[in-house]
């Protein structure tokens, strides 16, 4: 090998050295910063940080409406709101159009086959729901009464 061959690897091996040096000096320099101050490990530390993001709050106790005679045949239920109130407020988003199958307000041909079944039957479907329709209407707030002054109301305004 020639000298000049020599100086060239011995330059090489220099260069690759000092290069080598400054990437390990960068790295340290910047992975220092990317990691932040060291994280505290202690069980609360940890319990805090794995702790869930929000919690399920389903307010007090719902009690459950007990199963009563119907109301007797007034425009008003017991709660005090009349059948047109309670089908404004819960029943017109379907009863109105016929969506999903309802009979529709207004509608004899919709209705008559129904009330010829009869008040219980009406009630028995509005109460537990029936194709398309869930149970109660999905007015959890509704008692029987309310349901009941709805359902005649309906059905006075489809003859």
């Known amino acids: 090998m020639s000298n000049k061959t020599n100086t060239e690897f011995g330059f090489f091996i220099a ?15 910047v992975g220092g910063l990317l990691k932040g101050p060291a994280e505290d490990m202690s069980d609360e530390a940890i319990a805090a940080r794995i702790a869930p993001v929000g919690q399920l709050n389903t307010g007090p106790a719902i009690e459950p409406v007990a199963a009563a005679a119907p109301a007797p ?18 029943c017109a988003m379907c009863h109105a159009t016929g969506a999903a199958g309802a009979p529709k307000l207004g509608s004899a041909a919709d209705w008559g086959p129904r009330a010829a079944n009869g008040m219980s039957a009406l009630m028995n479907s509005a109460i537990n729901g029936k194709g398309g329709m869930p149970a ?15 359902v005649k109301y309906m059905v006075n305004n489809s003859k």
């Open 73 to 90: 045949a007034a425009a008003t239920s017991s709660a005090g709101r009349s059948g047109e109130e309670v089908y404004n407020a819960q």
């Open 136 to 150: 109660r209407g999905l007015c959890g707030t509704c008692s029987d009464g309310e349901l009941e002054a709805a």
């Open 15 to 29: 260069a690759s050295i000092v290069g080598l040096v400054l990437i390990l000096a960068i790295d340290s320099m």
